[in-house]
């Protein structure tokens, strides 16, 4: 039976008040706070389903509580449905069974959910492409309407943009996907084997380490250089010359959660990396026209000719159009594309036909949009700035370029406990460890800023009610070595 040690578990609950924090509602007792930092701990996956929680008496000593506290923290989750006890064994994690009724969240009603980095759709332009696209629906009825590599007026528009941005593609280099998210899961089960490294930017992208570790890849982190808004490409080479890692997987274009960019020299040098070491890079581009403050950057496939260099790049309308739309694409050499063909059949058999015309009308006309989009995200992102130098001067930030969220350091390594007590706050957002490997980022925190200026101002406002309900004793800014 796999356990979680306990001082694992002690390091992952990150810093907590043991004696309970006080919310809307008046003082959690020390054994309830407990019980929502494994609780939020278990929904964020670091606890995977299965594992065994540490004996009573080895996480008392570990977090320096009394034996009856965790003894009272295990049962609530045990009478939650997140501990499973058998006689003579440990208490391992599993999830409530699904309720027939709606179980009643404590979130408040008009709780700001912080956990999306997605804004809603420009609707007036979103209705003008879904009308076109009903007009021209009857083109397409008279076939099966099912289009495995995409619908080709998507997929001309697709490479008619790299075209656009500098890097020769032709249609037969393109694949249409249901979102980003597929493109990558089709890449992976292509090339990343099971037990297979893969280079990963630390923090990244959730869901793209979800992806890799459900591949049965493991992913290997290269951090990122918070302090210099940069990528450490020597460490990037160095890791990827000692696990021969074979792939890898980054975000150079307005990275989530940091809102960095990776400048052209930076892109080249990585280009050689990977063509040295033999290493295919799968670069995401969903933020990449999301530059607020710089162009849209130079595509990384445009510096692989002659380079030696397999690269393959992922993108998608989600960010800048609409999440709703579900459509992304693989761009790729030919033998590639044919290739995950092969693996598509089993996954499902092309994407929706209507949504595709929609997103071929969108990309006709990217300046009806993406001006005012930005624009949009200017404003937002200088109201939570704002805001945050208001109510929490101890929080700092750094700014990316572009990108959709901030990435925000607390003074201590809190994460964990401001996204547990939060919700009695009005707010939902994901702790900073959901974005890194082994508890990693406990300092960090990412705030998007793609809702509106007014539920940016409530948002922070509660998060500054969360970490003072939190008890933190202040400690002087200094700079802080990030590893």
């Known amino acids: 039976m796999r356990v979680i040690g306990a001082s694992t578990l002690a390091r992952d609950l990150g810093r ?9 509602h008046g003082r959690r007792p020390g054994y309830r706070a407990l019980a929502d930092g494994i609780r939020l701990l278990i929904a964020d996956g670091r606890i995977p389903l299965g594992v065994a929680l540490p004996s009573e008496r080895d996480l008392a000593v570990a977090l320096e509580l009394s034996r009856t506290t965790i003894t009272s923290a295990y049962t609530v989750l045990r009478e939650d449905g997140y501990l499973v006890s058998r006689q003579g064994s440990r208490s391992t994690v599993t999830l409530p069974a699904p309720s027939p009724t709606p179980v009643p969240v404590p979130v408040p009603a008009a709780a700001v959910d912080l956990t999306c980095a997605a804004m809603s759709a420009p609707a007036d ?6 009308t076109y696209a009903v007009s021209a629906l009857p083109a397409h009825l008279h076939t099966t309407g099912l289009e495995s590599l995409g619908l080709p007026v998507l997929r001309e528009a697709v490479a008619q943009r790299y075209r656009d941005r500098g890097v020769p593609t032709s249609a037969e280099q393109i694949m249409i996907t249901t979102g980003a998210q597929q493109a990558l899961v089709l890449v992976l089960a292509l090339l990343a084997a099971p037990g ?3 280079l990963i930017d630390h923090p990244t992208y959730t869901n793209g ?6 591949s049965g890849a493991r992913p290997v982190p290269v951090p990122l250089r918070l302090e210099s808004r940069g990528w450490d490409l020597d460490a990037m080479r160095s890791a990827a010359r000692q696990t021969a890692a074979k792939l890898a997987y980054v975000v150079p274009d307005f990275h989530n959660p940091t809102g960095f960019c990776l400048d052209d020299a930076g892109r080249a040098e990585l280009v050689r990396i990977a063509g040295d070491t033999r290493m295919t890079l799968v670069v995401d581009e969903t933020m990449t026209d999301l530059g607020l403050d710089e162009p849209t950057p130079t595509p990384v496939a445009s510096f692989a000719a002659g380079a030696r260099a397999d690269v393959i790049t992922i993108g998608s309308m989600s960010k800048a159009y609409w999440s709703g739309l579900r459509i992304g694409w693989i761009r790729a050499d030919v033998s590639t594309v044919t290739a995950l063909l092969a693996i598509r059949s089993a996954i499902d058999l092309g994407s929706a036909v209507l949504e595709q015309v929609v997103a071929a009308n969108l990309l006709a ?3 009806a949009v993406l001006p005012a989009r930005r624009e949009q995200l200017r404003r937002q992102r200088s109201a939570l700035v704002t805001a945050l130098a208001a109510e929490l001067p101890e929080w700092r930030c750094d700014p990316g370029p572009g990108g959709m969220a901030l ?3 607390l003074p201590e390594p809190l994460s964990t406990a401001v996204a547990a007590t939060a919700p009695a706050h009005g707010v939902l957002l994901a702790a900073g460890p959901r974005f890194g490997l082994e508890g990693a980022f406990e300092r960090y925190i990412r705030l998007p800023y793609a809702r509106s200026e007014d539920e ?14 939190l008890a933190v004793r202040p400690i002087p800014a200094s700079p802080a070595l990030v590893i």
Do not use: F
């Not at 907590?16 to 809307?24: F, L, V």
């Not at 332009?125 to 879904?130: N, S, W």
């Not at 940016?456 to 309900?469: D, W």
């Open 16 to 24: 907590w008040q043991p004696e309970g924090a006080r919310g809307s």
């Open 125 to 130: 332009r979103i209705l003008d492409a879904y």
């Open 196 to 198: 297979e490294r893969v």
């Open 209 to 214: 380490i979800e992806a890799i570790k459900r």
């Open 365 to 367: 006309d990217p300046d």
């Open 407 to 409: 990435w925000v350091q």
């Open 456 to 469: 940016l101002r409530a948002a922070v406002r509660g998060l500054a009610a969360a970490y003072r309900a």
